[in-house]
């Protein structure tokens, strides 16, 4: 922003050009409300060399701020803070609209808390699902290896075999004193 009203004030003849880039610069800090702090003391800084340059310098600075606003913004702030480009637009008009300066100041850091909190949500609730699908797994895996050790254990032997050993179990059990 700063470089862009350089060079715009300086190809229009405007002195202090320095100045106004500056704080062009510093007010392009707050986005989307940035340019509409600067344009002011611009266009009135480009008055008094006539009604061409004040419509040039105008419309520059308009389309400079349909460029960063559409483009610059969602790109740059997105990519350093790892946010999807509609999120970055919607959650600045969100909070510039509910909160004003200090909610457009605020929107791309709530924005990014909020997503962090959700993919942390999500991975929970998957390590949670992966955790109860392993239990019933190894349960089940648990109930199929008790019935095979079960059948192995009996294999090749009559059902009057299976009934005697089942039974000198239970009579052991029972002649066993309660400890």
Same mark, same amino acid.
């Given at each position: 922003?700063?470089?862009?009203?350089?060079?715009?004030?300086?190809?229009?003849?405007?002195?202090?050009?320095?100045?106004?880039?500056?704080?062009?610069?510093?007010?392009?800090?707050?986005?989307?409300?940035?340019?509409?702090?600067?344009?002011?003391?611009?266009?009135?800084?480009?008055?008094p060399?006539?009604?061409?340059?004040?419509?040039?310098?105008?419309?520059?600075?308009?389309?400079?701020?349909?460029?960063?606003?559409?483009?610059?913004?969602?790109?740059?702030?997105?990519?350093?803070?790892?946010?999807?480009?509609?999120?970055?637009?919607?959650?600045?008009i969100?909070?510039?609209? &509910?909160?004003?300066?200090?909610?457009?100041? &605020?929107?791309?850091?709530?924005?990014a808390?909020?997503?962090?909190?959700?993919?942390?949500?999500?991975?929970?609730?998957?390590?949670?699902?992966?955790?109860?699908?392993?239990?019933?797994?190894?349960?089940?895996?648990?109930?199929r290896?008790?019935?095979?050790?079960?059948?192995?254990?009996?294999?090749?032997?009559?059902?009057?075999?299976?009934?005697?050993?089942?039974?000198?179990?239970?009579?052991?059990?029972?002649?066993?004193?309660?400890?």
């Amino acid at each position: 922003m700063a470089a862009f009203i350089f060079i715009l004030l300086t190809a229009c003849g405007i002195p202090n050009a320095l100045v106004f880039a500056v704080f062009g610069g510093l007010a392009d800090v707050l986005p989307y409300i940035g340019i509409f702090l600067t344009m002011g003391p611009v266009v009135a800084a480009a008055l008094p060399y006539g009604a061409v340059i004040v419509t040039v310098v105008f419309l520059l600075m308009l389309a400079y701020e349909e460029f960063e606003s559409r483009v610059l913004v969602p790109v740059v702030y997105g990519h350093s803070m790892r946010l999807p480009s509609s999120v970055v637009l919607f959650s600045l008009i969100a909070g510039a609209t &509910l909160f004003g300066i200090i909610g457009a100041l &605020l929107a791309l850091p709530a924005a990014a808390t909020i997503l962090m909190l959700i993919d942390s949500a999500r991975r929970t609730a998957g390590r949670n699902r992966n955790r109860r699908e392993t239990r019933r797994e190894e349960k089940r895996r648990a109930q199929r290896t008790g019935v095979r050790t079960q059948n192995r254990r009996h294999a090749g032997r009559g059902s009057i075999a299976i009934a005697v050993e089942m039974s000198g179990v239970r009579k052991d059990a029972e002649d066993k004193p309660a400890a």
